[in-house]
């Protein structure tokens, strides 16, 4: 597909909107002016508990239970982002990290590709550096129930579905591992 113009519709101190036209039609674009990579966090700590956060968020104006995630800065490493974020946001310090898979959030509206990692063991060192506008409960919930907690939330409680792709690659890494350990 060649997109013959583009137009910029709106440009705000964060985001612009672009119109991109193409010979069947055109299509709108949201941008985030400086962010392109996320990092996603699956931490667990060593009791099989995982980290979630009860966050509110300003566009469906309602909380959303999701992982620890940030933005990464253009210049910034995203396992380094991954691990910025989970301390800022629930006071988990992760050692070691481990990256499960790439791929795009809202690839119809945006460019953000995001990495995710798990984070096994983790530990509350309690240095939370929230943002003004973050509102964020933090949410331990065992591994084994994560799914059945995620389908019986209170009616004005949504969750943000990437959490399941991560779980479920985060599964999928879990029994590699045992498998591979049980080879050896």
């Not at 990579?37 to 104006?61: C, G, M, N, W």
């Not at 119809?108 to 983790?122: C, D, K, S, W």
Request: net charge negative; aromatic share 10%.
């Amino acid at each position: 597909m060649r997109v013959e113009k583009r137009e910029v519709l709106f440009e705000g101190e964060h985001i612009r909107i672009r119109k991109d036209y193409i010979p069947q039609g055109a299509w709108e674009t949201v941008e985030l002016k400086r962010y392109k990579r996320s990092a996603i966090v699956l931490a667990v700590t060593e009791e099989q508990e995982l980290i979630l956060e009860k966050h509110y968020r300003f566009p469906v104006d309602s909380y959303v239970i999701e992982l620890p995630a940030g933005l990464a800065e253009e210049d910034e490493d995203v396992e380094h982002c991954a691990r910025r974020e989970l301390l800022e946001e629930t006071g988990y310090q992760a050692n070691t990290l481990i990256h499960l898979f790439s791929g795009f959030l809202c690839p119809g509206l945006t460019y953000i590709e995001a990495h995710y990692f798990y984070a096994p063991n983790v530990k509350y060192i309690g240095m939370r550096n929230l943002e003004p506008t973050e509102d964020i409960e933090i949410l331990k919930v065992p591994l084994s129930n994560v799914i059945d907690f995620l389908l019986n939330l209170p009616e004005d409680v949504k969750f943000g579905v990437n959490v399941l792709s991560g779980l479920y690659a985060l599964e999928n890494y879990l029994k590699r591992e045992k498998r591979k350990n049980y080879m050896e």
